[in-house]
């Protein structure tokens, strides 16, 4: 049985705070579970591409007016999960498109759930970017905020001004924790999605095991957390699942 109706899950927040690696991550336990997920990527770096072997990868031009066949998916029953991995910043832009193509409402009424998943740093910015998106979307969304410890493992900004805030409108946290520089250089130079290439032999046994570590104690803090297991439309009968990943 599942825990959440079908979601449609946007990664957003500043750039360069880690929302292609999330993506990335969900992608494969989302596999692992069986979903029927469809990815959108804004992003022309091609960040995902390594991911077209195991699903449907679409390229999307968020400010060229390409956003409507996200809502044309609202209407297929084939899927589970519309992952979006959204442009970096442009709060603005993103709050006139929910407006102008009546997000909220086609959500009630094709019985989908929205969430928006922000991985954050230390750096203001990703406290005001989250502070502008919860005063718009208020209650019409669940909020996932990730909190990326590569930068820095404090998160006074977000502590003393939002994290209260958060709560209060239902939102849940998680942690991704730090991965040396050179551990994750090596696995995006890979070139296989994460839960390949952290088998591949070519890589030191040493630096596989760092990675497999890091993936897992990722996957551990969103299991102790059963609102991220909701709001992510993870499956929650068998909490050991992503063993199966590697």
Not at 9 to 37: A, C, E, N, P, Y
Not at 77 to 93: F, R, S, W
Request: charged content about 25%; aromatic content about 12%.
């Amino acid at each position: 049985m599942l825990n959440s109706p079908k979601r449609i899950i946007m990664t957003v927040g500043d750039s360069r705070v880690g929302k292609s690696t999330v993506t990335k991550l969900l992608i494969d336990w989302f596999q692992v579970q069986g979903r029927k997920i469809k990815v959108y990527d804004h992003d022309n770096r091609n960040r995902l591409k390594a991911y077209e072997t195991l699903v449907r990868i679409e390229s999307l031009d968020f400010f060229g007016g390409g956003t409507d066949k996200i809502l044309d998916d609202f209407t297929k029953n084939e899927l589970d999960i519309i992952l979006v991995d959204m442009p970096g910043q442009y709060i603005d832009k993103l709050g006139q498109y929910i407006v102008d193509s009546d997000l909220f409402e086609l959500l009630i009424v094709y019985q989908w759930k929205l969430t928006f998943v922000q991985p954050i740093s230390h750096r203001i910015d990703c406290v005001n970017y989250m502070n502008s998106l919860v005063e718009f979307a208020t209650n019409n969304a669940n909020y996932v905020v990730i909190k990326n410890q590569h930068f820095d493992t404090r998160f006074g900004e977000y502590q003393q001004s939002m994290q209260g805030k958060l709560q209060i409108i239902g939102g849940t946290e998680i942690v991704l924790t730090a991965l040396h520089r050179d551990h994750y250089e090596t696995l995006e130079r890979m070139g296989k999605p994460y839960s390949l290439a952290c088998r591949d032999k070519s890589i030191y046994v040493v630096y596989r095991t760092y990675i497999y570590h890091w993936i897992k104690n990722f996957y551990n803090s969103i299991l102790k957390n059963d609102k991220a297991i909701k709001y992510l439309g993870l499956k929650n009968e068998d909490r050991t699942s992503f063993t199966r990943i590697f």
